[in-house]
């Protein structure tokens, strides 16, 4: 009972963030910047997408494109697998904490 409740609850965690990123990444795109020494297109996409694009940065010196649809979609999706690890996790040792002292009660006599 305890784990379908946190799987439903990472569940829609986890879309939430898919229907976040799918924002961000569409208003990185659309918007041109209005700096106009500095441009900082493609990091919001980064941040959005920071598990997966991190990973490929700095161990497979991969950079993702992120004007490519394939790509922002394969890294929502991993990004998204992550969110929902992290809070089944989170949400597992936070009741593990809190509520694995407590006793069973007592058979009545």
């Known amino acids: 009972m305890r784990s379908s409740l946190y799987s ?3 569940v829609l965690l986890t879309l939430a963030y898919v ?3 799918i924002f961000v990444i ?3 795109r659309t918007h041109t910047g209005a700096g106009n020494w500095i441009s900082l297109r493609g990091m919001t996409s980064f941040l959005a997408t920071f598990p997966i694009s991190a990973f490929f940065d700095a161990f497979l010196s991969i950079r993702l494109d992120y ?3 394939l790509e922002m979609g394969f890294a929502i999706l991993g990004t998204a697998v992550c969110v929902y690890f992290a809070c089944f996790g989170a949400a597992t040792l936070l009741h593990t904490i809190f509520f694995s002292h ?3 009660p007592e058979p009545p006599k």
Do not use: E, F, I, V
Request: aromatic share 14%; net charge positive.
């Open 67 to 69: 004007r490519s649809n």
């Open 8 to 10: 439903r609850w990472c």
């Open 19 to 21: 229907a976040a990123a």
């Open 26 to 28: 569409w208003d990185d």
């Open 102 to 104: 407590r006793q069973p």
